[in-house]
């Protein structure tokens, strides 16, 4: 199993470098860069240029936002200058936020982002070949492109890999057709939800262009609480449980609370946090809750722990640094242990 990490949203662009080279020397395969406060590609960039040996990936850049052309020049001039480490990760974002944060035009996402792909993908062959690839769909055509605007051609660099992050069973079927992999949210990663939702829609998608899946990666993106100790373990859980409570208190996760038999739980956390209701935190979010949507272990037993409950289902996995440095033997010992396993 592949091990990622993941910078934190609000890091300064100051810290990435210094981050990065703590996730390669901890044995990490990987690094996730999001997109939050701060442009992603800019964040790849520079992680990329501190480190020598991890694939860094956006996780996720919002697709809806940018053209597709300035995503494949971008996507194309980092793996160039990396070596190939760079791996694109897409997705897209909800209504409210893409029409009144991004101010940009809001689109059904499953069909759009299928096109958006496919102009992607016909952009890395562009370069590659130094002739144009044209594609033409109902939202987006990429029918021009001038020699003095192609950087190829150019056999030498690798065509980034796409992964798409997807909840929905429309999206998943999108991935299966035209992706190179899938980073699953932190609230729908459960085996169940992977088992019985996530994996038969790329599957379906996959079938209806007859695409092999060969090679093909799910990286769950799971969360853990963890510690050296049993009570820095439990520590960890009270400082993680106002987390949950904001996290699951958006509609779109209810599902996730449904498939551990919560029903009705998110509508009390989204009470509680438009409320900022904290005191009642520990009657909502009890440890029940949390060990069974949260895998819960000390470093010495996490990897089997998230072994048991990813093994079938996913070929990667998110987990993140300590925050504290001086525990990142413990967790490359988590790391390696996972990628042996």
């Not at 056999?155 to 997807?166: E, N, S």
């Amino acid at each position: 199993m592949k091990v990622y990490t993941g910078t934190d949203p609000a890091m300064n662009l100051s810290d990435v470098a210094v981050f990065a080279r703590r996730a390669e020397a901890t044995g990490y395969d990987g690094l996730h860069v999001s997109e939050t406060v701060h442009d992603p590609f800019l964040l790849a960039l520079l992680a990329l240029q501190a480190t020598e040996r991890i694939v860094v990936r956006t996780s996720i850049a919002l697709a809806f936002v940018r053209s597709p052309l300035l995503t494949a020049y971008t996507a194309w001039d980092l793996s160039k200058m990396s070596g190939g480490r760079f791996h694109l990760g897409l997705g897209s974002q909800i209504k409210q936020n893409i029409e009144e944060r991004y101010a940009m035009p809001w689109t059904a996402p499953a069909a759009a982002m299928r096109e958006y792909v496919g102009v992607v993908r016909a952009s890395f062959e562009t370069f590659r070949t130094g002739e144009l690839v044209a594609y033409e769909g109902d939202r987006y055509r990429f029918t021009r492109m001038q020699p003095y605007f192609n950087p190829g051609p150019d056999d030498d660099t690798a065509v980034p890999p796409i992964y798409l992050g997807g909840v929905g069973q429309r999206m998943c079927r999108v991935v299966g057709e035209c992706a190179d992999g899938l980073v699953t949210h932190p609230t729908n990663s459960d085996p169940q939800y992977l088992a019985e939702e996530c994996l038969p829609a790329v599957a379906e998608g996959a079938a209806a262009v007859g695409r092999s899946l060969d090679g093909f990666d799910v990286v769950a993106g799971l969360q853990v609480i963890t510690g050296s100790t049993d009570a820095d373990v439990a520590d960890e859980r009270e400082r993680r449980r106002k987390l949950f409570a904001f996290l699951y208190s958006t509609p779109a996760y209810r599902g996730a609370l449904e498939r551990h038999g919560f029903p009705g739980l998110q509508a009390q956390l989204a009470d509680l946090v438009r409320r900022a209701d904290w005191d009642r935190l520990r009657d909502i979010v009890t440890d029940d809750v949390l060990s069974a949507i949260v895998p819960t272990a000390r470093y010495d037993t996490l990897a089997a722990a998230i072994r048991g409950r990813l093994d079938g289902v996913a070929q990667g996995v998110t987990l993140a640094l300590p925050e504290n440095p001086d525990q990142d033997r413990r967790m490359a010992d988590v790391v390696a242990e996972l990628q042996t396993g």
